[in-house]
């Protein structure tokens, strides 16, 4: 039993840190905090806001109170950065330092903050700044989910010495308790405290036209055997109205944009009836007002979009007048962001006072002083200090770090009242606002335009709410055709979204293990991670099933069975006739989609086709043949349509074979992105079309099955069940049991995949690097090869071994290694893969085809033993790399290119990261010129945003 004096001495930590303060503590915080005071790992999941990090930060006071270390960690350098600054001014420069990727400040601190990969690099290095650790907090653990990243998290979990304690801070999921046991499981007992309650209230809201109406209204609804009314949300019926008049009108009823009615405050946790336009009481003036001018007889402003919708500036005037700003407005597309700017500057919109305008303009002339006058003119600073001086901006992955970086801090002091942002904003950073609107709930996420899902609505809307600023966020979303309310609401509502391991071994996981743990320890560990735990756990449901199954499987084959002899014998034989009639069909269209295949790959630069229908279909010339994507990828080569687009073809725009029409001349030195050659070519391409193109050859196959199926018909007719009065009843019950019996063996492979399935993949990469000499012994011995490849962390690991082991680099001066070094980083668009890159000279060019050869054998390799492989190099960025490095400026590197500076910026930092991995894992001769070129690359608008 514990005494009261040493309960007191307990939670005297608590107390310290809780005085500290200048809030009162929430319930979800004290209870974390009193059970990593406790000495216990702590799960703390909720909303977006919430002070999820107060916990995280008294496990970094309890470890300066105890004299140990703490590492605060972050999926991205720019929370890292502002996690840095906060402690900072917590506890002093001395004692809080930073490491990222491209800062290293005080590195020996009691407190660090970093990148969580830069903590499982010093794990797998055994640094000595680990000594002494005593607390790891995880900021925004959810990020495992990620499916490039995300394994890194799993690796640190997994890793850390038993000893330190981890504090893993998520957004709300549904599986929290899921994950919380595994915790408990890997890192032993572990508190799990989930929190779905938002400090400050959010209520939901759409836009039609340019009216506000609340998505939710509260109703009184009678329930049978209850004398009390139970209050129930539903959607507004003013906004269904409103939406069904403008979706059949097409313009904005000025009975709707502007008559004055009240609205009551519908939000989704309070009541109202919903309708537009009385934010009478929120704001800074409780006078109903129409759009724009206030003209209630006015029915949709000038310049509005189709169907009278608002324009971006006049949505932000609105909010502006109601009180409702800072808004971040998310749009799914860098070039809408800075769009929006433009549209604001040009119509004179202005946020902030004269004055405050003049210290945001002076405050950004100060960030930006160590950029050239000349850079700047590239990097459209104009606009871009102009908008900020006026109290908006954009912020997105394209724009230079350095910018995007001072939006953010202004935005948070609240000297920026309205940004443009894509979703990356709503991934970590603190910068949370009155109001967030969502222009559109579908976004491109690479491969195809998708529905946001409820999770990232949650993640986007989470934003809107100041803690001790505002009393309510507010989240709008611009209704546009084709949106219905109701599927508005769901998003809204749901709160269903687990967390999904994406952990997989990589080939410098592997080496870096065996040689910690050796190989059996190694595979034993790997079986411990969140993936396998959640695989296994989804395998007792499958087991669960399949006996369920078998069960019924018995009672099928009872009902089945004819007294005129056995009937399993006739299923069967019906059973394999509809087998062979379905493969059949599925022969005559794989070999369909297969000719498609070879017609596409045997198309040569110069080939006029028709692609028969989409929205590209028409004449198109060949620019660019099949290159040969990875391993079952099938042939896409580039064309340029009669309408000068640039699309790569694939089986999707061309589902049976294509034949040239003709061929024409393709200039030599076509540069496909250039968009003056593409409209000259496709000119050239129209005044050559053909006016009678060849007619298409039909593909007659033969059923080679028929005899079969002719066979087993006449089996049919002779077997004693065909005669049986009760066939067809009988065959009903056949029908069922074989479509148990192949949903039961399809859950039995599923089974013994996921069994084992990491330690599987793992002992598959070990087999490789042992037939590659960078494991010996059986895979129990790291060689010298591989002690290279565990100081190479690049997503293409293997390959950048491999060149290291062949010297294919030896021979490159500074600027050629970097641009080389590229290749490993770059990852392009999908409609520029594979196009012809610009080669600065021919030790790139050389360089890289002796890469292209040696990744050429690793996929093949990597197929044999099932693994997945290892993208190809891509010289995108070659030329521009080669360029920066030596020394051009960034408007000649960026000409003639789709970059925009702010990948520029990141990929040359990735660069320079993958160069400093070089300079540890290379010969001294590479060492050397790896430096040269990591010091060419770091400079100007490279080096502009490195902290100080």
């Not at 606009?383 to 954009?394: H, K, L, M, Q």
Request: hydrophobic share 40%.
């Amino acid at each position: 039993m514990t005494s009261p004096d040493a309960e007191n001495r307990s939670g005297q930590a608590l107390r310290e840190f809780a005085g500290e303060l200048d809030f009162p503590m929430d319930d979800f915080q004290v209870e974390a905090c009193r059970a990593v005071e406790d000495g216990r790992g702590v799960l703390v999941a909720a909303p977006t806001g919430a002070g999820k990090t107060v916990v995280g930060e008294f496990a970094v006071h309890l470890a300066l109170k105890a004299g140990r270390k703490a590492f605060y960690t972050t999926p991205i350098k720019a929370l890292s950065n502002q996690k840095y600054a906060d402690l900072v001014r917590r506890h002093g420069v001395g004692r809080v330092g930073l490491l990222t990727g491209d800062a290293s400040i005080n590195g020996e601190a009691p407190v660090v903050v970093m990148t969580t990969e830069v903590l499982r690099n010093m794990m797998y290095a055994g640094s000595s700044t680990m000594d002494g650790l005593g607390w790891v907090v995880m900021d925004e653990v959810h990020y495992l989910a990620d499916r490039f990243r995300g394994a890194v998290w799993e690796e640190v979990i997994i890793h850390l010495p038993p000893d330190v304690s981890v504090v893993s801070l998520s957004a709300t999921v549904s599986n929290a308790e899921e994950f919380g046991a595994w915790l408990e499981e890997v890192r032993g007992d572990t508190a799990v405290i989930v929190s779905e309650h938002r400090p400050v209230p959010l209520w939901q809201h759409m836009m039609v036209g340019q009216s506000l109406f609340d998505l939710f209204v509260e109703e009184t609804v009678a329930r049978r055997g209850s004398a009390a009314a139970a209050p129930e949300l539903s959607v507004n019926p003013d906004l269904l109205h409103a939406i069904r008049g403008a979706a059949g009108r097409g313009a904005w009823d000025s009975h709707w944009s502007g008559d004055g009615r009240g609205r009551s405050r519908g939000r989704r946790n309070g009541r109202g009836n919903g309708r537009a336009d009385d934010w009478g009481g929120r704001g800074r003036r409780g006078e109903s007002r129409g759009p724009g001018t206030g003209d209630p007889a006015r029915g949709f402003a000038r310049g509005g979009r189709p169907g009278g919708g608002a324009t971006r500036a006049e949505v932000i005037d609105r909010l502006d007048r109601e009180g409702l700003l800072p808004a971040i407005t998310f749009i799914f597309s860098r070039a809408g962001c800075e769009a929006a700017v433009g549209q604001l500057l040009a119509t004179g919109m202005r946020l902030v006072t004269d004055a405050e305008g003049g210290a945001n303009r002076r405050f950004v002339e100060e960030r930006v002083q160590g950029i050239a006058e000349e850079d700047l003119a590239v990097l459209g600073y104009r606009d871009f200090v102009e908008g900020i001086s006026r109290g908006f901006a954009a912020h997105h992955a394209g724009m230079l770090p350095t910018f995007r970086e001072i939006v953010e801090e202004l935005f948070t002091q609240g000297r920026v009242r309205a940004v443009f942002a894509t979703e990356t904003l709503a991934l970590g950073i603190n910068m949370p606002a009155r109001t967030v609107v969502l222009e559109k709930l579908v976004k491109f996420n690479g491969e195809s335009h998708v529905d946001v899902t409820p999770a990232e609505y949650t993640q986007l809307t989470g934003r809107a709410g100041r803690r001790g600023i505002d009393i309510e966020g507010h989240a709008v979303v611009i209704w546009n055709r084709g949106l219905d309310p109701e599927s508005v609401a769901g998003l809204a509502s749901t709160r269903t979204y687990p967390l999904r391991s994406s952990f997989r071994p990589t080939y410098n996981m592997a080496v870096n293990l065996v040689r910690q743990f050796g190989r059996g320890s190694a595979r034993e560990i790997l079986e411990t991670s969140f993936a396998q735990f959640q695989a296994d756990r989804a395998v007792v449901g499958l087991v669960r099933t399949v006996r369920r199954n078998e069960e019924a499987l018995t009672g099928y084959a009872e009902a089945m069975t004819c007294h005129l002899g056995e009937f399993s014998e006739y299923a069967a034989m019906r059973n394999e006739i509809r087998t062979i009639e379905k493969e059949g069909a599925k022969a005559r269209s794989a070999s369909m989609r297969a000719a498609a295949a070879v017609s596409l790959e045997n198309l040569k630069i110069g080939d006029i086709i028709r692609i028969p229908s989409g929205r590209h279909s028409g004449l198109a010339v060949v620019v660019l043949p099949n290159r040969g994507g990875g391993r079952g990828d099938a042939p896409s080569p580039a064309v340029v349509t009669e309408d000068h687009h640039l699309r790569r073809l694939t089986l999707h725009d061309v589902p049976s074979p294509v034949e040239p029409l003709g061929t024409m001349r393709v200039p030599k030195h076509f540069n496909a992105k250039n968009p003056k050659a593409r409209r000259d070519l496709a000119a050239t391409l129209r005044s050559t079309l053909p006016h009678d193109p060849p007619r298409s050859r039909r593909i007659v196959e033969e059923d080679a099955a028929d005899e079969r199926i002719d066979e087993l018909r006449r089996r049919l007719r002779a077997h004693p069940c065909h005669r049986c009065p009760d066939r067809e009843d009988h065959a009903r019950w056949a029908e069922r049991w074989w479509r148990l019996r192949r949903e039961t063996d399809g859950l039995q492979r599923k089974i013994e995949g996921r069994t084992n399935s990491v330690a599987k993949t793992f002992d598959r990469i070990c087999d490789l690097l042992v037939d590659l000499a960078y494991l010996a012994d059986g895979g129990e011995r790291v060689t010298e090869h591989g002690e290279r490849l565990r100081q190479l962390y690049t997503e293409k690991d293997l390959l950048a071994a491999e060149c290291l082991r062949e010297d294919v680099w030896r021979t490159l001066d500074p600027p050629s290694l970097a641009a080389v070094v590229s290749t490993l980083i770059h990852e392009p668009r999908r409609e520029d893969a594979g196009l012809a890159p610009r080669w600065p000279n021919d030790d790139v060019r050389e360089a890289h085809d002796r890469m292209l050869a040696i990744w050429s054998d690793l996929e093949d390799a990597e197929g044999a033993l099932a693994l997945p492989t290892t993208g190809a190099p891509d010289p995108g960025i070659a030329w521009a790399v080669h360029r920066w490095a030596s020394g051009r400026p960034l408007e000649e590197v960026l000409r003639g290119t789709e970059l925009a500076a702010g990948d520029f910026v990141r990929r040359c930092k990735q660069v320079i990261d993958l160069l400093g991995q070089l300079t540890d894992a290379g010969d001294r001769d590479l060492q050397r010129v790896a430096r040269k070129a990591s010091v060419a690359v770091l400079r100007g608008v490279v080096a502009a945003d490195r902290l100080d």
